[in-house]
């Protein structure tokens, strides 16, 4: 495996895919901005870069020097061919057609009472543990909510049947160790693959049945959406609605559990977020940026290009470490510290692509589903602490993160009321 241990004058470096990395990254990403910000990973068979600078220029690729090519064996093999693998004007094209449930009077009037109700329903659910009487008890708000509330959402909006969330669960959990096997496993990989089959046996036939009998769903408007004459086709809607409940689930779910993680492990922030729920933004946009759910993304270069540390030739792949370039302390003041209050985050651009954190990535791959996680989290965050009074960590607890490609709390155990 590529580490630094040979490189003259530099410390060593642990591995991206070694243990110790997974279970705190963040000491290898700062030595990686400090002493090797270009690395050539030969198990990855990647170039991996570090620095705020670069992963911002990678993902805003104003000289047409990098691709989403690579996401032809990273996501093609389990979703079908991608939004995320288009360029130039079909991708304009396409992102015109699924952009519209994502933003505007359709996020708002359709999807934000879908995202309300299932809220409600998961903590009607969770509140049934109190103590009987005292308003009182234990969660984990990992597997009581966190893990289901953005498929239920999901399912919801695209009008599917939420009595099959283990499946879409057991299917979402499936792709996200698919993009995240930097090993190789074939194990892995065959699952992947044989999550493609199952989901396609399983939504072409609804598909289908949508188009003859269209209702108020997100999974209808994509049926009978056109952009200049183009309309997506039965393999293009399940390819996208695979790649939304992935990572629409994926991300949200993490990005809730490492909220609550990181504000009741500031409790002054927490009682600030209480007080006044304007600031829930400011939590949601301080996450994205101290702890992001998606700590890699990869890129394809299209021609030779000089980044901090070196050149990359073309052709190559480039691994761009999120984790890494959102604490780097060139762009944000002590980056180790999670602080709602930060003058050098914006919360009011943090899900646009105005964006100055790197979470959603930047540019034209902006993440079409930003305003969506918003709401979500919005949503989950605000009914979540108007019905536990008193939240805090169990006595003796302290959260634990997990995951390499994506990362967050593997359960957060609160205790609340009295």
């Given at each position: 495996m590529s580490t630094a241990q040979d490189i003259p004058n530099t410390p060593n470096i642990p591995d991206i895919l070694s243990p110790e990395f997974a279970a705190d990254p963040y000491p290898v990403y700062r030595a990686l901005r400090e002493h090797k910000p270009l690395l050539w990973h030969e198990a990855m068979q990647s170039y991996v870069?570090?620095?705020y600078e670069d992963v911002e220029r990678v993902f805003k690729d104003r000289e047409a020097a990098f691709t989403t090519d690579n996401y032809d064996w990273q996501l093609e093999p389990v979703h079908g061919r991608t939004i995320l693998q288009l360029s130039g004007r079909e991708h304009a094209v396409r992102r015109a057609l699924v952009a519209p449930a994502f933003r505007g009077s359709d996020l708002e009037q359709k999807f934000l009472p879908v995202i309300e109700r299932?809220?409600?329903?998961?903590?009607?659910t969770l509140l049934d543990g109190a103590a009987p009487g005292t308003g009182s008890g234990t969660a984990d708000l990992v597997e009581g909510f966190a893990t289901r509330f953005p498929v239920n959402v999901i399912a919801d909006m695209l009008g599917l049947d939420k009595a099959d969330h283990a499946k879409f669960h057991g299917w979402y959990t499936s792709v996200i160790a698919f993009l995240g096997n930097l090993t190789?496993?074939?194990?892995?990989?065959?699952a992947g693959e044989r999550t493609r089959q199952e989901f396609a046996a399983y939504m072409i036939p609804v598909i289908q049945h949508r188009r003859e009998h269209p209702g108020d769903d997100l999974l209808s408007a994509l049926c009978a959406a056109e952009v200049d004459g183009v309309r997506m086709s039965d393999e293009d809607i399940k390819a996208f609605c695979s790649l939304l409940l992935a990572a629409g689930g994926e991300t949200t779910d993490k990005a809730i559990a490492s909220i609550f993680a990181n504000l009741l492990a500031h409790p002054e922030q927490l009682a600030a977020v209480r007080a006044d729920r304007a600031l829930i933004d400011r939590a949601f946009a301080e996450t994205l940026r101290f702890t992001p759910?998606?700590?890699m993304i990869m890129r394809q270069t299209a021609k030779e290009v000089t980044l901090s540390g070196g050149t990359v030739p073309a052709g190559a792949t480039v691994t761009c470490l999120i984790g890494s370039a959102n604490r780097d302390g060139?762009?944000?003041?002590?980056?180790?510290?999670f602080d709602i209050f930060r003058t050098d985050l914006t919360s009011a651009t943090a899900f646009s692509a105005a964006a100055d954190h790197l979470a959603f990535a930047l540019g034209r791959h902006f993440c079409v589903g930003a305003l969506l996680a918003r709401a979500e989290v919005s949503t989950g965050v605000g009914q979540l602490l108007d019905a536990l009074p008193d939240m805090?960590?169990?006595?003796?607890?302290?959260?634990?993160?997990?995951?390499?490609f994506t990362r967050g709390p593997r359960e957060v155990r609160v205790r609340y009321g009295a």
């Open positions: 870069v570090s620095r299932n809220a409600r329903e998961l903590i009607d190789g496993d074939p194990e892995v990989a065959a759910p998606v700590h060139e762009r944000y003041a002590d980056p180790d510290t805090r960590f169990e006595d003796g607890y302290v959260p634990v993160e997990q995951g390499v």
